[in-house]
């Protein structure tokens, strides 16, 4: 390969720090902008781990997947009254955002890691891209690799792309095993739950807590709850926090207000499996997502290229969001390698396979989110088609140790 990049990666989070480590472990010099101030928290966000999510750890790392993530034993299907209705082997691992993070952060160079730097405006010509930080300070890159999330500026200054609402929210949250019941923390833990109601589902897996020595330090069961709510007056008001700021996207834990959290809490009751709806009304900080997704025209133009959730978002039903934000980045990488550092010719030969991955993963997504939120019985627990990962014939994705 020839001489470095000079690159700059905006978003610090699972796509940009895997993207950040691939491209210095290559030679280039690399600098991750990040617009939090703060060490970014994830509070409670589960992610079900397949082989690109970790292949870093796997691959590069001393990191073991035990010092980071959970093992499973089953996949069951909960009925109203708590009985299993349907149950499979499963071998699924369970990891937390913070736990990913964590390790990927510890691996990645302080001095390249810039907090408080909110990409606001991108220039390119034939030679260069110029980037400026609405915190005032600017750069010119060889390579620009937008990772910036949901809400990408970098697809919106390149493509006029915003994400759109599926119609649905997930109320999210998280309790432990000293705040449940024996009883229910012993069918919650170690398996994949599926709760399907009439219009609506929850899922709950054990997630680990990961400490400063990236080691696991405990476990808890965490929910997701997909709600419909049609866009309009009640949209608005659930997606206000309760110091009366509108969010975009999420409320955060502790900051939904009061009575939603306590219909939320009745509604649990009233339509649950008891040991879903104890581990919801148990949850002290549930908050808030809207679920969206985004389809973009292209990934890359001239220097400039979209990865993760900044690329196609996609729902979250097949687990896969975190596992595609990884795999463009190794795509990524290697095809950097291949053309020598060629930026445009290889930004240009990378998206074509990077793009209809990701259209593939949005497209499942979007009929397994219609089958489970919409009419009751479109969604069969033995369907082939409702499994996690990128690409449900390979089953290879999910991680082994
Ligand atoms: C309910 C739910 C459950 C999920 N479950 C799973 C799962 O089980 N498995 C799985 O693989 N995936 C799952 N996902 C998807 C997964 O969380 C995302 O796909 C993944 O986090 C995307 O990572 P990312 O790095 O692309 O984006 P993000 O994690 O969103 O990171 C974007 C980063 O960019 C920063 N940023 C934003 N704007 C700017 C700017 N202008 N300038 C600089 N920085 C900026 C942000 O602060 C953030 O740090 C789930 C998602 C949801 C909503």
Not at 85 to 97: G, I, K, L, V
Request: proline share 5%; hydrophobic share 40%.
């Amino acid at each position: 390969m020839s001489g470095g990049l000079r690159v700059a990666v905006v978003g610090g989070s699972l796509a940009g720090l895997t993207m950040g480590l691939l491209l210095r472990d290559s030679g280039h010099d690399v600098h991750v902008f990040e617009r939090s101030p703060e060490l970014l928290e994830g509070l409670g966000a589960g992610i079900i781990v397949h082989e690109p999510t970790v292949r870093y750890f796997v691959e590069r790392s001393s990191i073991a997947l035990d010092d980071i993530s959970l093992t499973s034993e089953r996949l069951q299907y909960l009925a109203r009254d708590g009985s299993v209705q349907h149950e499979e082997p499963s071998d699924y691992r369970f990891t937390a955002w913070n736990s990913l993070f964590r390790g990927l952060r510890s691996l990645f160079e302080d001095d390249r890691y810039h907090r408080s730097h909110t990409l606001s405006g991108i220039d390119q010509d034939a030679d260069g891209v110029d980037l400026r930080f609405a915190e005032g300070h600017e750069g010119r890159f060889d390579l620009v690799v937008c990772a910036d999330g949901v809400n990408s500026v970098g697809r919106q200054r390149l493509f006029g792309v915003r994400a759109s609402y599926s119609g649905y929210v997930g109320w999210r949250g998280l309790a432990g095993e000293d705040e449940l019941s024996p009883e229910t923390w012993q069918e919650l833990d170690n398996c994949f739950t599926y709760g399907v109601l009439d219009d609506e589902h929850i899922v709950a897996y054990p997630i680990p807590t990961v400490g400063q020595d990236i080691n696991v330090v405990g476990r808890r069961v965490n929910f997701t709850w997909y709600r419909n709510v049609a866009v309009g007056p009640e949209y608005d008001e659930l997606l206000t926090d309760r110091t009366g700021l509108p969010r975009p996207l999420s409320v955060p834990a502790g900051l939904v207000q009061d009575r939603f959290v306590a219909a939320m809490r009745a509604d649990a009751e009233r339509l649950m499996p008891p040991q879903l709806a104890e581990l919801v009304t148990t949850a002290h900080a549930p908050f808030i997502t809207a679920i969206v997704d985004a389809d973009v025209p292209a990934l890359a133009s001239g220097r400039v290229c979209l990865i993760g959730d900044a690329a196609v978002t996609a729902r979250p039903h097949a687990a896969a969001g975190s596992a595609k934000a990884c795999a463009d980045a190794w795509s990524l990488a290697h095809a950097l390698e291949n053309s020598g550092s060629e930026v445009v010719s290889a930004l240009e030969t990378w998206q074509v396979g990077a793009l209809r991955r990701g259209r593939a993963l949005l497209h499942r997504t979007r009929d397994m989110g219609e089958r489970l939120q919409g009419a009751p019985g479109r969604w069969r627990p033995d369907d082939p088609t409702n499994r996690f990962g990128l690409d449900v014939s390979r089953q290879r994705e999910r991680a082994t140790p």
